[in-house]
């Protein structure tokens, strides 16, 4: 079984190095920031290469050069320890930062209704909206509004009346992205439709 986990490990390594550039580097960023930078420093095993980063952390390199630092001064720590427990720990940090990861009670549990478009988290209120794939990067769940919010949107409205509620608030782009998503299954529904009716058997 060693063989297998070792084998999986390698395998979800690679998938996620192959996304790590893009996605932590250029679009987020992941070192811009002392803070963010100290949460990297604590994914490193303890009492290792921290006190030779302190200036790395407060540093004003760009995000790329501070993960090859950081690959540089882990490797030259790690290579002569040969009983060291934790020879992978770049790997791990890629896994942690890159790889996909699932809710399991999220996924499981048929009272989370967050898969839902438009339901409102029990705790905090904010509405579920949709949104596209390649904004996934750029998308801020803070900024979503609350129901509390659409309630009082559509209680101070003061434009034309006979417009649906939606409208009148701040889900309105999220309803018609919604509404045109829908319309694009409809569509391929019956295109699906009309190729089967045309089959000639």
Wanted: charged share 25%; proline share 5%.
């Amino acid at each position: 079984s060693s063989g297998i986990n070792a084998e999986y490990g390698s395998r979800a390594v690679a998938i996620a190095s192959g996304y790590f550039d893009e996605l932590m580097i250029e679009n987020q960023d992941f070192l811009s920031t002392p803070e963010k930078c100290t949460q990297v420093l604590g994914m490193l095993p303890p009492k290792t290469i921290q006190n030779d980063l302190k200036d790395w952390v407060t540093g004003s390199s760009s995000s790329r050069s501070k993960w090859e630092e950081l690959k540089q001064k882990w490797y030259a720590y790690a290579k002569p320890r040969k009983n060291l427990v934790n020879k992978h720990t770049i790997d791990e940090i890629v896994l942690q930062l890159c790889y996909p990861r699932l809710d399991v009670n999220v996924t499981k549990g048929l009272n989370h209704l967050l898969k839902s478009p438009f339901s409102v988290h029990p705790k905090t209120g904010r509405v579920c909206v949709p949104f596209l794939a390649k904004d996934v990067d750029v998308f801020d769940p803070f900024t979503v509004p609350t129901l509390d919010t659409v309630i009082s949107e559509m209680d101070s409205w003061k434009g034309e009346e006979k417009i649906p509620d939606y409208a009148k608030t701040s889900l309105k782009e999220s309803v018609k992205l919604f509404e045109t998503f829908a319309e694009e299954c409809h569509r391929a529904s019956n295109r699906e439709g009309n190729k089967e009716n045309s089959m000639e058997w």
